[in-house]
């Protein structure tokens, strides 16, 4: 299995901070990894695909980049709503394991 | 629009098998390149994926969890049934069941989730 490793694990941050999550894989993935977006009690959202791609309806302060083995999801100014639990998942192979996830807190 | 729907017992007896059932909306499951996969997050902890059927009827397994675990669908019923045996205290957890196609492939698409105990 290719293991997903998130850091950091938690992390605080202000209205309007520029927040950047990374997530390395055990193993290169090309370009094929996920961001998604959990608040409590509810299911994850897909934000980004294939690493860059921001999903329909994902605000612009959302972005994504890396390949191989290391990916960030950058928050630029970071809003209310924003605070969640982050997890990067990869899909370049079976099973497609997700990382441990990030609590973005105030 | 496309929705998904688990749903199946809130409460499981150790050894006992679970039965979760995903119902769709919004596509076929049998249309080309479609998915659907099941994920589960024990309470506090991180997702884990589980399983996932294609339109085609290839089924793919967690390795650690292969031996407990049988996917299917029904295209008819637009149904996709996820079945894991031998239950444990450690299957405690949210499960989620999530769509996803080809040139996606990530889950683009949840349910909202169904709340699993497994207690005696």
């Known amino acids: 299995d290719i293991q997903m490793t998130q850091s950091p694990s938690s992390v605080s941050a202000s209205v309007g901070d520029r927040v950047t999550i990374t997530c390395r894989a055990s193993q290169g993935i090309r370009n094929l990894l996920a961001w998604y977006q959990q608040k409590p009690g509810k299911a994850p959202n897909l934000l980004i695909n294939?690493?860059?791609s921001l999903q329909s309806g994902v605000p612009s302060r959302f972005s994504g980049s890396g390949s191989g083995t290391d990916f960030t999801l950058t928050i630029s100014s970071l809003q209310p709503e924003d605070f969640a639990t982050y997890y990067c998942?990869?899909?370049?192979?079976?099973?497609?394991?997700f990382g441990q996830g990030t609590t973005v807190e105030i | 629009q496309i929705t998904l729907k688990e749903s199946g017992p809130t409460l499981v007896k150790p050894t006992q098998t679970l039965t979760l059932t995903c119902t769709v909306s919004?596509?076929?499951?049998?249309?080309?390149?479609?998915?659907v996969g099941w994920i589960r997050q024990p309470p506090g902890k991180a997702l884990e994926w589980l399983s996932v059927?294609?339109?085609?009827?290839?089924?793919l397994y967690s390795p650690s969890l292969r031996t407990r675990l049988s996917i299917t669908k029904d295209t008819s019923r637009n149904q996709v049934v996820l079945t894991m045996t031998n239950m444990n205290p450690v299957d405690t957890g949210t499960y989620y069941c999530?769509?996803?196609?080809?040139?996606?492939?990530?889950?683009?698409?949840w349910g909202q989730g169904t709340t699993v105990v497994v207690s005696s």
């Open positions: 999530a769509h996803s196609s080809l040139g996606v492939d990530a889950f683009d698409v």
């Open positions: 998942q990869q899909t370049d192979s079976f099973p497609r394991t």
């Open positions: 919004g596509f076929s499951l049998s249309t080309g390149g479609v998915s």
């Open positions: 059927i294609y339109w085609d009827d290839d089924k």
């Open positions: 294939v690493a860059s």
